[in-house]
């Protein structure tokens, strides 16, 4: 991965070699990538097929764990040092911005909020499949929900941030990645169906509800 972004990077930047800031970003974009593979592979780097070591890479999880967060944190200093006075007037703006600030809390809430929405709202078909007795459709719908918590906060998201933008079809496409990536089989029994379906639509209410109080309260339309 990191020697992958060196090589591609190298050949983007390349053209613009006589400027500093194309070299800044290609190692900003190495720091982070190294910073992925220690946070990925905190036990040693992944077997190549001879013997290789970094001392970065090894020792505990935790040490290497924080080795990573150094890490990214050296590669978003980097960022800012090379984006020189731009980041500091931008950083400003953003802060005192009112707008910025309705849009992170309407997504905050959407995102956590939403949460918990589909939480109580697939509560019932939740309780059902754990009190079903133990058979292969139980666990197997056990483990379908078992992912639900990290897809929906992931769901959420996208769907907020494509609509407070105004890009309802790329909400869309988001839904259908979703079910196509998602969606239970036979197997997982029609409680699993009705428990993605439930907290499917419980996520888009939130989203698109957010969504729509932020574009009203700063002035543009809802949609």
């Known amino acids: 991965m990191v020697l992958f972004t060196l090589a591609y990077g190298g050949y983007a930047v390349a053209p613009y070699g006589d400027e500093g800031e194309p070299w800044l970003t290609l190692a900003v974009a190495a720091l982070l990538s190294l910073g ?131 890009q309802p079809e790329a909400a869309a496409l988001v839904l259908a990645a979703k079910s196509l990536a998602r969606v239970p089989t036979s197997d997982h029994g029609k409680h699993a169906s009705e428990y993605f379906l439930i907290g499917t639509l419980a996520s888009v209410i939130a989203s698109l509800a957010m969504s729509m109080a932020a574009r009203s309260a700063v002035g543009l339309p809802v949609l």
């Open 36 to 166: 992925a593979v220690l946070w990925k592979h905190p036990a040693g780097m992944p077997e190549m097929g001879f013997s290789f070591a970094l001392p970065l890479s090894v020792g505990r999880l935790a040490q290497t764990r924080r080795v990573s967060v150094a890490v990214f944190v050296g590669a978003v200093g980097l960022g800012v040092w090379s984006a020189g006075e731009t980041s500091g007037s931008l950083g400003v703006d953003l802060v005192l911005s009112d707008g910025v600030a309705v849009f992170l809390s309407a997504a905050l809430i959407s995102v956590f909020g939403g949460g918990a929405l589909a939480k109580a709202a697939t509560g019932p078909v939740r309780a059902e499949i754990l009190a079903l007795p133990d058979s292969p459709e139980r666990r197997a719908a056990v483990e379908f929900m078992s992912a639900g918590r990290a897809i929906g906060l992931l769901e959420r998201g996208l769907l907020f941030a494509f609509l407070a933008a105004g």
